[in-house]
């Protein structure tokens, strides 16, 4: 080390000019100005990352969703239907099954009473014989031995949970009344199961001389049977005589022009229909839907409806009703050549709800499709790609898409989250411009 030191350094020899400061003052104004350079033009940088980031962008989290493309028309529904008379008896009139109750022929379907009054007896009556009922079965009840059997009863308790909060849901107050006793059975019977100790026999007594009592008051009435088996339905709405103009069990005037077979339904006679108004039904006590199957008609844009064959089974859904979506079956299809085709659907299924449908607004399900949802300004396309940018932190990223249905507005693409391509929680970029893969912003 000590020799190296001892060596003479070579002489510098350079072909550049060599400029030396040596006056003090002349070197702090040198370096202040350098500095101030340096931190105008660091700015001026700064300042341009900072422009070129100060996009205002908008995001959307992707989600998989399921999207079922569908299909809304106006609709009118047809079955074989009959009136029930009752000979001449006038009076308080009171149903004795729920609507869309199947009753055989000659099952008593209807009560009527000379009073209002009267009427009441009978209601009150049903409602103590309720009462004792459900006590009877609380008195009946004993504590259980065994895990399985406590669960059974836990069960019971969660199934009449659930079902009344369906009720609440739907707006349903006949079937919140029934599934809130229900519940209140339930969880009554389970609390005796593990042991509670509930005594009813004062109850059951007051009930009993209340029964007694009622039955004392209770005066004549009259009972109207079913004149064939078919499901009850307590109000007719003056549109029974069209459907029986279509099923041929009977036959109204007024619609001579739509008393085709309901197979042959065109586009002309569904507008009629939808057009009719309903006849004077008072003296009827309700009516009887006779018939297996009933239909829903409606008109379609022919477009819509050009991959449909006779047999399908679609999902309909009543947005406006109570009525539960139900499968229904394709039975007919019939253009009029000016873009509308009649569709003509059958369905089986009956309840209160169904039974009471008439004109309703239907909602078709054509097709089902699961991936994720992007808004068509966020679609790209980038040497020929399809993609959307995202934003991950503070970089934009690029992500490859592979649309599995579009339309005007948005489209769903395939949500398996392949390498490079957008997966479920990506932040998706709705506007922007000068946007490219990598480019930071704030």
Same mark, same amino acid.
């Given at each position: !080390?000590?020799?190296?030191?001892?060596?003479?350094?070579?002489?510098?020899?350079? *072909?550049?000019?060599? %400029?030396?400061?040596?006056?003090?003052?002349?070197?702090?104004?040198? /370096?202040?100005?350098?500095?101030? #350079?340096?931190?105008?033009?660091?700015?001026?940088?700064?300042?341009?990352?900072? =422009?070129?980031?100060?996009?205002?962008?908008?995001?959307?989290?992707?989600?998989?969703?399921?999207?079922?493309?569908?299909?809304?028309?106006?609709? %009118? $529904? #047809?079955? =074989?239907?009959?009136?029930?008379?009752?000979?001449?008896?006038? &009076?308080?009139?009171?149903?004795?099954?729920? =609507?869309?109750?199947?009753?055989? &022929?000659?099952?008593?379907?209807?009560?009527?009473?000379?009073?209002?009054?009267?009427?009441?007896?009978?209601?009150?009556?049903?409602?103590?014989?309720?009462?004792?009922?459900?006590?009877?079965?609380?008195?009946?009840t004993t504590a259980v031995s065994t895990l399985s059997d406590i669960t059974a009863y836990d069960e019971k308790v969660e199934e009449s949970i659930f079902a009344l909060?369906?009720?609440?849901?739907?707006?349903?107050?006949?079937?919140?009344?029934?599934?809130?006793?229900?519940?209140?059975?339930?969880?009554?019977?389970?609390?005796?199961?593990?042991?509670?100790?509930?005594?009813?026999?004062?109850?059951?007594?007051?009930?009993?001389?209340?029964?007694?009592?009622? #039955?004392?008051?209770? *005066?004549?009435?009259?009972?109207?049977?079913?004149?064939?088996?078919?499901?009850?339905?307590?109000?007719?709405?003056?549109?029974?005589? $069209?459907?029986?103009?279509?099923? &041929?069990?009977? +036959?109204?005037?007024?619609?001579?022009?739509?008393?085709?077979?309901?197979?042959?339904?065109?586009?002309?006679?569904? =507008?009629?229909?939808?057009?009719?108004?309903? $006849?004077?039904?008072?003296?009827?006590?309700?009516? /009887?839907?006779?018939? %297996? /199957?009933?239909?829903? $008609?409606?008109?379609?844009?022919?477009?819509?409806?050009?991959? %449909?064959?006779?047999?399908?089974?679609?999902?309909?859904? +009543?947005?406006?009703?109570?009525?539960?979506?139900?499968?229904?079956?394709?039975?007919? !299809?019939?253009?009029?050549?000016?873009?509308?085709?009649?569709?003509?659907?059958?369905? *089986?299924? !009956?309840?209160?709800?169904?039974?009471? /449908?008439?004109?309703?607004?239907?909602?078709?399900?054509?097709?089902?499709?699961?991936?994720?949802?992007?808004?068509?300004?966020? #679609?790209r396309v980038v040497d020929d790609q399809p993609g959307v940018y995202v934003l991950l932190g503070n970089v934009v990223r690029f992500r490859n898409v592979e649309p599995?249905?579009?339309?005007?507005?948005?489209?769903?693409?395939?949500?398996?989250?392949?390498?490079?391509?957008?997966?479920?929680?990506?932040?998706?970029?709705? &506007?922007?411009?000068?946007?490219?893969?990598?480019?930071?912003?704030q």
């Open positions: !080390m000590a020799e190296e030191k001892s060596k003479k350094k070579k002489p510098h020899i350079s *072909t550049d000019i060599d %400029f030396r400061i040596t006056s003090p003052k002349i070197k702090v104004l040198l /370096l202040i100005v350098g500095l101030l #350079l340096a931190t105008l033009l660091g700015g001026y940088h700064v300042f341009q990352i900072t =422009d070129d980031s100060l996009i205002e962008l908008e995001t959307v989290t992707a989600k998989k969703i399921t999207y079922v493309k569908s299909l809304e028309a106006q609709a %009118f $529904v #047809l079955r =074989d239907e009959c009136y029930i008379q009752g000979g001449g008896n006038a &009076g308080y009139v009171v149903p004795l099954v729920e =609507d869309g109750t199947k009753v055989s &022929g000659n099952d008593s379907v209807v009560n009527i009473f000379k009073s209002e009054s009267d009427a009441q007896i009978y209601y009150d009556l049903q409602d103590i014989e309720a009462d004792i009922a459900y006590y009877e079965s609380i008195r009946n909060i369906d009720a609440v849901d739907a707006r349903n107050i006949r079937e919140l009344k029934i599934h809130a006793d229900d519940l209140r059975s339930s969880v009554t019977k389970r609390n005796i199961a593990v042991g509670n100790t509930i005594d009813v026999t004062a109850a059951l007594s007051a009930l009993y001389a209340e029964r007694t009592q009622l #039955l004392n008051k209770q *005066t004549q009435y009259t009972s109207i049977p079913a004149v064939v088996a078919g499901y009850y339905v307590n109000a007719a709405d003056g549109y029974e005589s $069209v459907c029986g103009a279509y099923s &041929g069990f009977g +036959f109204a005037e007024d619609i001579e022009k739509i008393t085709k077979n309901v197979k042959q339904i065109d586009t002309e006679s569904i =507008d009629s229909l939808l057009e009719l108004k309903p $006849v004077d039904v008072s003296a009827s006590y309700g009516k /009887l839907i006779t018939g %297996f /199957l009933w239909y829903i $008609v409606c008109n379609v844009p022919t477009e819509e409806v050009a991959d %449909f064959y006779i047999g399908q089974r679609l999902q309909v859904a +009543f947005p406006d009703e109570q009525a539960n979506s139900i499968e229904c079956k394709v039975v007919a !299809m019939n253009a009029d050549g000016t873009g509308r085709t009649a569709l003509i659907l059958s369905a *089986t299924a !009956m309840d209160a709800n169904y039974a009471n /449908l008439r004109t309703a607004k239907v909602v078709i399900s054509l097709e089902t499709y699961t991936g994720i949802r992007v808004d068509q300004t966020a #679609l599995i249905y579009s339309e005007e507005k948005f489209a769903i693409v395939d949500a398996s989250g392949k390498s490079g391509y957008i997966k479920a929680f990506d932040e998706i970029i709705l &506007g922007g411009t000068d946007l490219y893969d990598g480019k930071l912003v």
